[in-house]
């Protein structure tokens, strides 16, 4: 068997947690690889709104294991909170839940000096979340990180003192007025822990081996999206990890080999939220309506998110990148009623026309060109299959198929699970 992959192709948000609970029934075990409560996978069933930020968007499905992987960083505080929600939803999650050994921990001190590093950046902050992400994968790849095998070892705690003692001493060095108490923080960072140690913890990547030695089904699931990408994203407005196809191969040890389908999921317009370039960006009423109709606010920090069109040639990119094999198209629902749809079909870069994506989109270098479609006014919500979607629709759907040489294989018409077309 090999390891089906689900990435988002935008700056984040596409979708991914609705997509993932939709094929959860196909797979045996649902696998995060990277990111960690930065990222927000809202899920909708039954009526019922669920926002999910560590633990896999499979964990509602009765069958399936949901492991955390390697490659993805855990705030203890945050996963608490997460098994709450979920025990007040009666979830069994015990005999569900899986966490590595080598994922690493954000500490407190990481939350801190994420908010210490962005005040000292003024108006050049990346618009973090705030959640601790970037120094947690700094002191990683700083070999100065603790990881949950290490709550098993009997020096962990010295080591955590040490660790928060030097980063007091950074945040101290950014010099900017960071108020806390650490030792609050650190009361329910300790009571966490001891919640987080009731979920096994396991060798994840041998735990995977072996269960594609048995025949099991892995789908993977990525957080953000191919333009947060550390190296391949708009840097340095970007997230800390490998958000991209071959980020699941380090964040979960499965050979390149072993990686089975990619399914790229993208809206059918673009939003972003936090800093950073966005070509086709709308300042105009078009981009207020994407906004409001497709409720965009971030769900894990309640951000309104910048809207535009859609960007092939960012999209395009993103395909090549992560290799998808089949695409899902994400609230086609929020364009009905706009009479024209446009798509950035290139770019003006330094007055000359490209249809790659240079070094630097920031807008002094870029404008959007743009290709534009007849919109159509149905209401999808209700649309239960392919045939009843508009001919204008279809047309569009048509165009990017043949742009992206992949078949759009998943029209999603609305937040809930149901509302799900497959082609
Ligand atoms: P993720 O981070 O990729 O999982 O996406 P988010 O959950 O952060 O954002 C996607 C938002 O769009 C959520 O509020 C979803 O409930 C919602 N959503 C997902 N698919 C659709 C859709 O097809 N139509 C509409 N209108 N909303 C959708
Ligand atoms: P999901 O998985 C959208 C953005 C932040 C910021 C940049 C860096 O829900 O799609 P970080 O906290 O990682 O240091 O922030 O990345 N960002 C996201 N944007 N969706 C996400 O996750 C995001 N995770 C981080 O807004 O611009
Ligand atoms: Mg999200």
Redesign the pocket.
Known sequence: MAVDLLL?LQ????G??KIVDVLTSNYDIIARFQ??P????TLVFNGMKHVLHTIPSGIFHDEAINLVGNGVVIDPVIFKKELDKLEDQGVDYKSKLKISRKAHLILPTHRLL?AASEAAKGKAK??????G??PTYMDKTGRNGIRVGDLEMDDWKKRYRNLANKHEAMIGFHNVDIQYNLKELENEFFNAIDVLKTIPFIDSEDYIFNALKAEKSILAE????SL?DIDFGTYP?????NTTAAGACIGLGVAPGKIGDVFGIFKAYTT?????PFPSELFDKDGETMGRVGHEF????G?P?RCGWLDLVALKYACQINGVTQLMMMKADVLSGFKMIKVCTAYNYRGETITHLPFNIESHNVKPIYSEFKGWAEDLTGMTSADQLPDELMAYIAFLESELKIPIKIVSVGPDRAQTIFR
């Open positions: 988002g700056w984040g948000d596409e991914k947690g990111g960690g930065n990222a927000g996978h994420d990346i618009g973090s979340t705030l959640k992400i970037g990525g957080a953000q999206g947060l407005y970007v997230t800390s990890s972003r939220v936090g800093s950073g971030g769900a894990t920090t951000r998110r």
